[in-house]
């Protein structure tokens, strides 16, 4: 399943639906110079590429709303042969507007010239402002230019609007393609974090670790990794963005690896944590078993009508059991969760919307409460223990880090878990890792 032109063009129809009236101008990221005439790998912006559907760098969208009705126009990069001989080929104004479903389409280079004549007699502009600094230079001067112009009876733009968040909220309910597609990105990450637990039995460091996983994004046709990937090994775990990835593996420690992979520009984000020699030793089960259980606990909670934040109270009531059992904590488990001791032990949050982005946008409060969850709602549940060494906790837990991370979708009554494949209970990963 892939997105077509017409899903993006559905998508511009709601947004000028909503926004009745004005010029919405957005633009994808630059390109990221990394050295020299090299560039970082390109990755456009969410919010443009939801709209539109394009990859390629140096690309405007602008929409003339009125009414709720929008008139398209797309700036990109010309038809060009000798850059197209160097760095690929471009679409091109006249193929976009077939290719793309837009009205009208022109060079980026005619976005000065031809800026001015969008904005006359209109009130509202609506952009990301503050994110694209070239862009707004270009708005500004093309508000001056028609402002210079008011003595021949027109009028200037004089409200500046963020248009994210209305962007944003449609970016929170994913539709039925852009499920499929997650389903995708997870089980591809699945494959990976599978793969990574049998590599270990031949891996030295972790970067090796790393190799197997990028190995099998690429093969199976990911764009790329959704995040830098985190190969923790042994107390490395501890380190909740640890990605040096380079220390030598000791087998009888744990690894944590949390590792997801993007297609077709939706990530997936996925945690897994294994004992490097394929048996969990006892002190590794009983702390690997509490996140176990607050994981599943936590998954139960989430349904439409469920607030964000259940979730996570519920993963902490969970462990802080678990804390209190181990003696790790001490006093009642209200007393626990109140004085915030377990943090010691877990000082993230249990999840996160999960999207175009690892960290997807929408609000997760409204009205300054927790947000509702509603059916399309895609998450993260992901969470963790992690003991440092210290006088206070027993030896045979001291630099155990654990982190047990999957991604899910609301659904009518519940939750689907869209990277089931990822083996996770004790059995499940013993057995895989001593076939
Ligand atoms: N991989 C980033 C996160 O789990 O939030
Ligand atoms: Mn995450
Ligand atoms: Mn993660």
Same mark, same amino acid.
């Given at each position: ?11 511009? /129809? ?11 101008? #957005? ?10 005439? /090299? ?84 009130? /509202? ?77 031949? $891996? ?17 046709? $990911? ?26 593996? +000791? ?19 996925? /945690?897994?944590?294994?004992?490097? +020699? ?11 078993? #509490? ?32 804390? #209190? ?108 890792? +001593?076939?």
């Amino acid at each position: 399943m892939a997105l077509i032109e017409q899903d993006f063009k559905l998508r511009r /129809t709601k947004l000028a639906r909503q926004l009745k009236k004005g010029v919405l101008v #957005i633009a994808t990221a630059p390109q990221q110079i990394r050295n020299a005439d /090299t560039h970082f790998n390109y990755r456009w912006d969410s919010n443009f590429h939801y709209l539109t559907g394009f990859r390629e760098p140096n690309a405007v969208l602008l929409m003339v709303i009125d009414n709720g009705e929008a008139k398209t126009v797309l700036f990109c990069q010309p038809k060009d042969k000798e850059k197209e001989i160097w760095d690929g080929i471009r679409l091109g104004p006249e193929a976009a507007i077939e290719q793309l479903s837009v009205d009208e389409a022109y060079s980026i280079d005619e976005l000065n010239e031809k800026l001015p004549s969008y904005l006359i007699n209109q009130s /509202t502009v609506y952009s990301t402002w503050g994110e694209r600094t070239a862009l707004e230079e270009s708005i500004f001067k093309a508000i001056n230019q028609v402002k210079s112009m008011v003595r021949q009876g027109v009028s200037a733009p004089f409200q500046l609007v963020d248009v994210r968040s209305a962007i944003h909220e449609m970016r929170l309910i994913k539709d039925q393609v852009e499920i499929e597609i997650m389903r995708q990105a997870a089980h591809i990450a699945a494959l990976a974090h599978n793969r990574a637990m049998l590599a270990i039995k031949n $891996a030295h460091y972790e970067y090796e670790i790393e190799a197997e996983l990028l190995h099998e994004f690429k093969k199976q046709g $990911a764009d790329a990794p959704a995040y830098p990937s985190i190969v923790a090994a042994g107390s490395n775990a501890t380190i909740l963005h640890y990605i040096e990835n380079q220390a030598y593996l +000791n087998k009888q420690q744990l690894m944590l690896i949390d590792a997801g992979c993007e297609w077709q520009g939706y990530a997936s984000d996925i /945690t897994r944590t294994f004992p490097m +020699n394929g048996q969990f030793s006892e002190a590794q089960k009983l702390l690997y078993q #509490i996140v176990l259980n607050a994981q599943l606990e936590a998954i139960k909670v989430i349904k439409p009508g469920a607030q964000f934040n259940d979730y996570h109270h519920c993963a902490v009531r969970v462990l802080v059991e678990g804390l #209190i059992d181990l003696k790790l904590c001490q006093g009642s488990v209200d007393g626990v969760i109140e004085s915030g001791d377990y943090r010691r032990f877990y000082m993230h949050r249990t999840g996160h919307w999960l999207g175009r982005d690892v960290h997807d946008v929408g609000e997760y409060t409204h009205n300054g409460h927790s947000r509702t969850l509603e059916e399309g709602m895609v998450m993260t549940v992901e969470p963790g223990l992690y003991v440092r060494a210290d006088a206070s906790v027993p030896e045979a837990f001291h630099g155990i880090g654990i982190r047990i991370e999957d991604d899910v979708v609301v659904t009518g009554n519940g939750v689907e878990v869209l990277t089931h494949e990822a083996y996770k209970t004790i059995d499940e990963i013993e057995s895989w890792m +001593n076939q």
